[in-house]
């Protein structure tokens, strides 16, 4: 390895260690306004309980303390923790914790019990007794809610604590610059341009900066698929798929900061480390974690369409998510789509062949991964075979894969299924849950694995960075000829939307910040950037 990439990697390899690189003017940079300049956001932001309250980190966390401020409101505030910290217990621990929430909160005797839900004792306790990993607190948890979004949620909005919510709003609405960003080495290069490892300055987290180059994107006619990535990036929330985080603009690039995920691609984990290929436990665990991320997008009618094992990257922690989510597309009121797009390897044959399609796509996809996962090959050619696309193509249609004996009974089944070639025969064309109870996936716990709650089988080297090396990716080049005017301002204005909400909050409570810079006066007092 060359002495360039040795120092890119290493000041990479020490930027993820720890939380040490927030800048020292990190308290400036996130510095609340006073309440005086948050009124034109208290006007309009939307009074929506669901919104305010439960969806948004920082938002569920204010009302919370609200709620702890208040005495005769923290029992229900202790309620709602408790029945959160339910649904992180293993199977093997529901059924105790259950009863502990039942016996503290759901009986008249105990002194925290939560009067408006005294009603439900029977049937969680009967809910518990029938199956311990159902959603047995589920009534009980909206009426809480209900009552929640009633008088104190009003309440709410007229304390200091919501005061403070429009604060860190505004906060999170401040234009987004390159500025607050570090930067770290190249980690890969896409179609419009580069992907940088980077660090965002106030709170010292890790991401990685999708850069979309403007002349290209123009040149290609890109924009409609650059807006398209970033909309779908930002409408979802899943921890199987990156996470948008801020979507802004240079002079010269359209920036996409997304979940860093340091791990690798499957790609490189299938060919480059051993043997080609996967044990049997990584590839049911990863066909299992890209199953919930496809299922996520398929219930926002989302399909995907580029599944392959380039585009599952590891996070640090072992765990992978789905990326690049540049042809993924909506199906508006359930309507089929056309469109010959993904990676000619992995194209389903009626995506081949030209016809209206579905989800159905990515099950296909699914099986493809799972094969070569498995054979430590794509199913119609040989690692690094390139056939012409007319022979591909016919691979596709006519073809049936081979399974050599690396392939158990049960994972043979699978692929085939998924591999049907006509969609409506094929593994998940009446949804995905007959996927998921296929019996390769008989000894995995899926509620565990959706809650982020199974041990993922290997966990990459912290000291390693799983990318080829610096000078190896090859450089992108600015095209010449190509005038940005002022049509293209429309489009990047949309582009350029600064901070994702939720996953801004997220990294706020994430780092601490959150911890140190949400204080009040003393004795609860408000402090006096609050003071009207
Ligand atoms: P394109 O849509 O242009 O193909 P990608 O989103 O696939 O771009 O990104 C290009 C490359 O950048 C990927 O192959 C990968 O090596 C790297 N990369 C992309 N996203 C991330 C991420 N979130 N974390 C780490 N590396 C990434
Ligand atoms: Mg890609
Ligand atoms: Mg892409």
Redesign the pocket.
């Known amino acids: 390895m060359e002495i360039e990439s040795m120092v890119a990697n290493s000041a990479l390899v020490r930027a993820r260690e720890g939380d040490k690189g927030r800048s020292w003017k990190w308290r400036e940079m996130l510095r609340f306004p006073h309440i005086n300049q948050c009124m034109d956001l208290a006007m309009n932001i939307e009074r929506n309980y669901y919104s305010l309250c439960v969806k948004q980190p920082i938002g569920k966390k204010l009302f919370q303390l609200f709620c702890r401020s208040r005495p005769y409101l923290q029992n229900y505030i202790s309620l709602q923790d408790a029945l959160d910290t339910f649904e992180t217990k293993s199977d093997e621990e529901r059924r105790d914790f259950g009863i502990t929430i039942i016996q503290r909160f759901l009986r008249s005797q105990s002194i925290q019990c939560v009067s408006i839900v005294l009603k439900y004792e029977q049937s969680c306790i009967e809910n518990l007794e029938y199956d311990p990993c159902g959603d047995v607190f589920h009534d009980c948890r909206e009426y809480l809610n209900r009552y929640l979004s009633g008088e104190p949620f009003i309440q709410y909005q007229e304390s200091m604590f919501f005061d403070r919510f429009l604060q860190w709003k505004m906060v999170e609405r401040s234009p987004i610059t390159k500025n607050m960003f570090r930067q770290y080495r190249l980690?890969?290069?896409?179609?419009?341009g580069e992907?940088w490892a980077c660090q965002a300055r106030a709170t010292g987290r890790m991401y990685?900066c999708?850069k979309l180059d403007k002349t290209h994107v123009k040149k290609r006619r890109g924009e409609g698929m650059a807006l398209n990535e970033k909309e779908i990036l930002e409408s979802l929330d899943s921890r199987f798929v990156?996470n948008l985080a801020y979507a802004y603009e240079t002079k010269h690039a359209l920036c996409m900061v997304?979940?860093?995920?340091?791990g690798g691609?499957l790609k490189f984990h299938i060919y480059n480390i051993g043997a080609p290929g996967l044990d049997i436990k990584r590839v049911q665990f990863y066909a299992a974690e890209v199953y919930c991320g496809l299922i996520h997008l398929h219930q926002k009618s989302i399909v995907y369409r580029d599944l392959k094992p380039?585009?599952i990257?590891l996070a640090d922690n072992g765990h992978i998510r789905i990326?690049?989510l540049?042809l993924a597309v909506r199906l508006y009121e359930g309507k089929l789509v056309r469109g010959r797009v993904g990676t000619l390897g992995y194209m389903a044959p009626e995506v081949i062949g030209n016809e209206h399609y579905g989800m159905c796509v990515d099950w296909w996809g699914l099986g493809c991964l799972v094969y070569e996962m498995t054979a430590g090959k794509p199913p119609f050619r040989e690692h690094g075979e390139h056939p012409r696309p007319l022979e591909m193509e016919r691979r596709i249609h006519d073809d049936q894969e081979e399974y050599d004996d690396k392939f158990s009974k049960q994972v043979k089944d699978l692929c085939s299924s998924l591999l049907n070639k006509d969609p409506n025969q094929r593994l998940g064309s009446e949804g995905g849950i007959a996927v998921q109870s296929h019996p390769f996936f008989k000894k995995l716990n899926f509620r565990m694995l959706e809650a982020g709650l199974v041990e993922p089988p290997f966990k990459p080297d912290p000291r390693l960075v799983y990318?080829s090396d610096v000078q190896d990716i090859e450089e992108f080049s600015t095209v010449k000829g190509v005038t940005l005017d002022q049509t293209d301002d429309n489009f990047y204005s949309k582009f350029n939307t600064g901070s994702i909400p939720i996953t801004w909050q997220n990294e706020i409570l994430e780092t601490g910040c959150f911890k140190e810079l949400n204080v009040f006066g003393p004795e609860g007092s408000r402090s006096p950037d609050l003071d009207y």
Request: charged letters at 20%; a negative charge; hydrophobic letters at 40%.
């Open positions: 980690l890969g290069k896409g179609g419009f992907v990685a999708k990156v997304l979940t860093m995920l340091s691609d380039e585009n990257l990326s690049d540049g990318c």
